[in-house]
């Protein structure tokens, strides 16, 4: 009885290992505050499942440079796997489909179902790599290295001031192609800096973090955010925020609940969802008055 009231709690536990938690944590803000501000421009422009695309190829990418490495003797960073697959796959889905004699969600719904279903089998070939596949697919920060935080860091840090510096051009090509062209901006250089650098983000994020929680912090953040109906600047910063919110948040929630982290992080985004709909609900009635 003593033993047990003696026990340090679980929030004792978590200061006294903070140095442990400290590197998942910081990554999983990182990437969620990019990737929640990058999720504004793939809801917006009807890319959903672009982004689940590119995060199952990312899945992939690490999967195949771990079966290169135990099969074939090649080494390759998985990082840099992940990287290259879901950057492919980013400017193979912006090849224009018509071409082909397909629709766009015909050759995205190859996309996702080959990538994932890919990333499975090569999966099921490296079986002393297996808990880091099952991590790759569903989630798992909990063993995010001070590498990969790097890389979160640095990457992030890159895209967020390239973005913020060529804000309004991208905005302007994003939801009106035909001005942009008038005005005489880059229209494909630009359209070209947003779809890689969401290839980029995703890939390495996923190899991180995992697919499934990288897809919703590029999805769920800006469909919360655009809920409440905001001007652009802050629909931007509010996905930004609500990224950011999910993946720290859902981290420190599947620690104190002993739940799996990926899954946490991509539950905590639909449950902002959710609330962001209950603060337009709120907000209703006042907006009618004004």
């Known amino acids: 009885m003593e033993t ?8 004792e536990q978590f200061q006294s290992a903070w140095e442990l938690f400290q590197d998942p944590i910081l990554c999983a803000l990182i ?33 195949l440079a771990f079966f290169a490495e135990i099969h ?24 224009e489909p018509a071409r082909l004699r397909l629709s766009r969600e015909s050759l995205l719904g190859c996309a996702f179902a080959f990538a994932g279903g890919a990333a499975i089998l090569v999966g099921d070939r490296i079986a002393q790599e297996a808990h880091d596949i099952q991590g790759i697919l569903f989630g798992t920060a909990v063993l995010v290295t001070p590498d990969q935080l790097h890389a979160v860091a640095a990457v992030g840090a890159v895209l967020m001031v390239l973005h913020l510096w060529w804000y309004r051009g991208i905005t302007f090509v994003s ?19 947003l779809m890689v650098s969401i290839g980029i983000m995703v890939g390495v994020c996923a190899r991180a973090l995992g697919a499934l929680p990288v897809f919703a912090f590029s999805t769920l953040s800006a469909i919360a955010a655009l809920v409440l109906d905001l001007r652009l600047p802050w629909t931007f910063f509010t996905a930004t925020v609500l990224g950011g919110i999910a993946g720290a948040g859902g981290y420190l929630f599947a620690y104190f609940y002993d739940f799996p982290v990926g899954g946490s992080q991509t539950v905590l985004s ?4 959710l609330l962001m709909m209950l603060v337009r609900l709120a907000r209703a009635p006042f907006l009618r008055k004004a």
Not at 175 to 193: E, K
Request: overall charge positive.
């Open 4 to 11: 047990a009231l003696l026990e340090p709690s679980k929030w």
């Open 31 to 63: 990437a969620g505050c990019v990737l929640g501000f990058l999720s504004v421009y793939v809801v917006l422009r009807r890319m959903v499942f672009v982004s689940a695309a590119v995060t199952n190829t990312a899945g992939l990418g690490v999967a």
């Open 72 to 95: 074939l003797g090649v080494h390759v960073d998985p990082l840099v796997g992940a990287v290259v697959m879901s950057v492919a796959a980013t400017l193979l889905l912006m090849v």
């Open 175 to 193: 939801f009106d192609r035909i001005g942009a062209t008038v005005q005489g901006l880059p229209v494909r250089l630009l359209d070209t800096v």
């Open 270 to 273: 639909g449950v902002l969802v």
